[in-house]
């Protein structure tokens, strides 16, 4: 299971740090995803790594603003957000696959999201 945790109400160019973590066993080929869904739009994909490598991809809308983690040790990936824009406003779920993948429908493991919200 996966839970996603640290959302919370920013100003527009503060940080936040969205943590997912993840009980029982995580494979070591499995990929971590963090994808958000903001009112009345379709969930999206934000940013992607392995859960052993250091590979990452992120959507062109967070790119060099979002950096995904991970702390193996911890069992928990985590999503720094800087230089928050009013657009990044979504509920954010962390997600794991088996594929490295954008698409949502290849991820069969989802946290419960934990709501952004950022005011101009």
């Known amino acids: 299971q996966l839970q996603a945790s640290g959302g919370g109400s920013v100003q527009a160019g503060n940080s936040l740090r969205l943590s997912c973590a993840a009980s029982?066993?995580?494979?070591?080929?499995?990929?971590m995803g963090w994808f958000r869904q903001a009112p009345g739009k379709e969930r999206e994909f934000v940013a992607l790594?392995?859960?052993?490598?250091?590979?990452?991809y992120y959507a062109d809308s967070v790119k060099d603003r979002f950096t995904i983690s991970r702390n193996s040790a911890e069992n928990t990936v985590y999503l720094q957000l800087n230089s928050v824009k009013p657009e990044d406003t979504a509920v954010y779920y962390c997600?794991?696959?088996?594929?490295?993948?954008?698409?949502?429908?290849?991820?069969?493991?989802w946290g419960q999201g934990t709501q952004v919200t950022v005011s101009s």
């Open positions: 997600a794991a696959s088996t594929q490295l993948t954008m698409q949502t429908n290849e991820y069969f493991i």
């Open positions: 029982g066993r995580i494979y070591s080929s499995y990929v």
């Open positions: 790594m392995r859960w052993r490598g250091t590979s990452t």
